[in-house]
């Protein structure tokens, strides 16, 4: 075991920056968290509901002159009715666990494209290329990005044709979602709360996303984001640790690498449970 010199004030420092880190650490997590729960109320919620506003208004146009028609897009309201119900559940059960980890994105896409058709009678094309199978952690974000784009379609592109694209090598996931629709104006596009969910999921992926269009020429989303999230360095910036010598000054304590950190209300350490050496003694001597 190595054991290295610290000044009792080099302890106490070294233990408030760890106590700060876990309080760091934790405030980092409740935000993200936060963050996590409003992407999956409003990516689930806001395309259920998206769709059955489109059908109630249709259905209010048709119903004196075509009310067979009309019935039948209320039909599809209700549809949508339970299908906003099943993702609320979903939602609150995705806050104690990611249910659509238990699904493939084979499986998700398929349910999205055949929505999207029903509600706009639009069949999306899609082609898929898994050379590496997709991460267990990449498939709820890569399914609410295709879900958030054609919600997006759906609502604003007035579109014909719809492609989805999703291929993987080695390290990397390649999203595209293309539309042919009115396009826009990028320099003039608000960043709604769907667009800046799908740049925060990318973020948090260590991924990048790009957004291509301009009007009367469709839009194109595309993202690449790597196969292997990076660990993080957690290593701590430490002072530097005194060095052995014949002549040990008084007040200092010889430690190992492990010290304990007391999780709760910080408090300086107690530097009582510590034997010091003495400055007349070339015996080091510690609590352990």
């Not at 350490?269 to 034997?275: A, T």
């Amino acid at each position: 075991m190595v054991e290295e010199l610290y000044t009792p004030e080099q302890l106490n420092q070294m233990h408030q920056q760890l106590w700060q880190c876990v309080l760091e650490f934790a405030n980092l997590s409740a935000v993200q968290e936060r963050n996590r729960i409003a992407r999956e109320l409003h990516d689930s919620l806001g395309h259920a509901l998206t769709a059955l506003n489109f059908q109630l208004q249709t259905a209010i146009k048709l119903c004196k002159p075509d009310p067979s028609q009309a019935q039948e897009f209320l039909t599809e309201a209700h549809r949508l009715v339970a299908i906003a119900t099943q993702e609320v559940r979903q939602s609150v059960r995705s806050l104690r666990s990611d249910t659509h980890q238990t699904q493939s994105l084979e499986t998700l896409i398929e349910f999205l494209v055949n929505d999207f058709q029903q509600t706009t009678g639009v069949l999306p094309v899609v082609e898929l290329n898994f050379s590496v199978a997709i991460p267990s952690h990449l498939v709820t974000p890569l399914y609410r990005m295709i879900q958030e784009a054609l919600n997006n379609i759906r609502k604003y592109a007035i579109a014909t044709e719809v492609q989805i694209q999703v291929c993987t090598t080695s390290t990397t996931v390649y999203l595209m979602i293309q539309d042919n629709g009115r396009g826009f104006n990028l320099e003039q596009v608000s960043t709604g709360y769907g667009l800046r969910g799908m740049q925060e999921r990318v973020a948090v992926l260590q991924g990048h996303i790009n957004l291509d269009s301009r009007p009367g020429a469709g839009c194109c989303i595309t993202a690449e984001i790597p196969i292997q999230l990076p660990v993080p360095s957690l290593e701590p910036s430490l002072p530097a640790p005194l060095k052995l010598s014949a002549f040990v000054s008084e007040q200092t304590v010889l430690v190992s690498q492990r010290i304990p950190v007391k999780i709760g209300e910080w408090q300086p350490l107690d530097l009582d449970e510590w034997q010091f050496a003495s400055s007349e003694s070339t015996t080091l001597l510690t609590n352990m």
